[in-house]
């Protein structure tokens, strides 16, 4: 079934829009859960999450590309999972390597967690990563939104683990120059 085709089942109240939704994004927002909670149950109660979200958000919400829509309502939850999980005990992880790398793009007095949701700041890395050259672009989405490793990503793109790695620090940097012109980032 389209996207459209499924988005109007959710605008008209129809339940089947849930079933549709999990015959189509089932397994690919499972493997997001998945990449940050590393869990097979932890993964399948947030994906459920998902489409009771999606339920609830549209409408009034009506998304533009409904993949990319679910896979930030899971990755959102599945974040909030690990916080929640990891509230007293902070313990190691991609998920928390990748938070790091991205601070130092990011003035330090702020909360990196709470700055890269606001909304400006989204737009802004939306705006960023759509510029960058297909394959930097891919590999940065891979690294931040999808927190894959980067020997995973070097296997994926058929690259060195340096090589990966001189990349993103490549695009990192460009991400600062962009955050500073963009006012987001205070030297």
């Given at each position: 079934m389209e996207d459209c085709q499924i988005i109007e089942l959710y605008l008209h109240r129809n339940s089947?829009?849930?079933r549709e939704t999990e015959i189509k994004y089932g397994a690919y927002c499972m493997t997001v859960a998945d990449r940050i909670l590393h869990n097979r149950e932890d993964s399948e109660e947030c994906v459920n999450d998902t489409w009771f979200k999606a339920w609830n958000s549209i409408p009034p919400t009506i998304p533009q590309k409904l993949k990319m829509f679910l896979a930030?309502?899971?990755r959102n939850i599945a974040v909030n999972r690990v916080?929640?999980?990891t509230a007293v005990k902070r313990g190691g992880g991609e998920r928390d390597l990748v938070l790091e790398e991205l601070g130092e793009c990011i003035a330090s007095s702020r909360n990196?967690?709470?700055?890269?949701?606001?909304?400006e700041l989204e737009e802004c890395i939306r705006t960023f990563v759509r510029?960058?050259?297909e394959k930097e672009g891919n590999v940065f989405v891979r690294r931040y939104f999808f927190t894959e490793s980067v020997a995973e990503i070097a296997g994926r793109y058929g690259m060195t683990d340096n090589h990966v790695t001189v990349m993103l620090c490549r695009v990192r940097?460009?991400?600062?120059k962009c955050l500073r012109k963009g006012g987001f980032f205070n030297d």
């Open positions: 089947d829009a849930i930030k309502i899971t916080e929640a999980e990196v967690e709470k700055e890269y949701e606001a909304k510029a960058l050259p940097k460009k991400l600062k």
